[in-house]
């Protein structure tokens, strides 16, 4: 029996967070239904997971990261990958605002509890600071974490920025009332220098993650060039801030997704 939790439209999301989030290098609350406004907004089940249950019979694939595979609301693009594969199910395996050392902490506790047949590890923003200071621990946590995560697959990360836009004033899409288009920048900071900052720290993040991929013999979907993005015509597409998808982009992320993974999911 699942418990219902209900919150007005304009509940602050850190006390919505209180609720759902047991305890971030755990998991969420099981067996909760979240509901806002009088929708339900998501599920979790009693793995600490968002979602449903596992479905007997399936092979399961859990995907571990922060918010950009938490996702908003539900369906996410995790729960569209279902309707690509007829024999697998995918389990979400994020939580919004965890750094590394937590996903691959959660991620290790909970293959040795259940039984996964595949692993993706989105290794995630988290946390946010300069390039330089914290990416060598960075690379250090995720080396040792692929050791107790089997059969894993790493992925780098996508953003909306890239370095057409890095020098471009991007206000006009910050202030549009048109949600399709407006973009947040980085904690509503859209000044070249702090996008320049953050596109640094991404490429270099993902270099580390290609690198200890290559070095790990683990394979690797480079999201980033999946879903890179050229110009100041299209950079807030699919995104909208630096670092998360738009909801109306997850069937478009599903299908890219489900591309790269079907080599590996016979």
């Known amino acids: 029996m699942k418990e219902v939790i209900e919150f007005s439209a304009n509940e602050p999301h850190a006390t919505m967070q209180s ?55 539900s369906p996410t693009w995790v729960d569209l990958l279902n309707e690509h594969f007829e024999h697998y199910q995918f389990l979400n395996g994020g939580i919004e605002g965890n750094p590394v050392d937590y996903i691959i902490e959660r ?17 995630g923003w988290h946390p946010s ?26 992925s780098t990360l996508p953003t909306a920025l890239n370095e057409y836009i890095l020098d471009a004033d991007l206000a006009p899409f910050h202030t549009t009332a048109d949600p399709r288009i407006k973009f947040h920048g980085y904690a509503g ?3 070249p220098s702090t996008m320049r900052s953050v596109y640094e720290r991404i490429l270099e993040r993902n270099a580390i993650i290609r690198r200890v991929a290559q070095e790990r013999e683990v394979p690797l979907f480079d999201w980033f060039a ?15 801030d630096p670092a998360h998808p738009r ?9 890219i997704w489900a591309e790269a993974l079907r080599p590996y999911l016979r």
């Open 129 to 154: 600071s300069p390039v330089g200071s914290v990416n060598t621990t960075f690379e250090k946590v995720l080396r040792e974490g692929l050791e107790k995560i089997p059969n894993c697959i790493l």
């Open 19 to 73: 609720f759902y989030i047991k305890d971030r290098r755990i998991g969420l609350t099981p067996n909760l239904i979240v509901v806002v406004a009088g929708r339900k907004w998501f599920e979790t089940n009693s793995w600490g997971l968002k979602g449903p249950e596992p479905e007997p019979g399936k092979k399961l694939v859990a995907i571990w990261g922060d918010s950009v595979v938490f996702g908003m609301g």
């Open 247 to 255: 909801q109306q982009s997850y069937a478009k992320i599903a299908q």
């Open 107 to 123: 991620a290790i506790r909970v293959n040795r509890e259940h039984a996964i047949d595949v692993n993706v590890l989105f290794p």
């Open 189 to 191: 900071d859209l000044s």
């Open 226 to 240: 999946a879903m890179r993005t050229t110009s100041l015509e299209d950079f807030h597409k699919d995104f909208y």
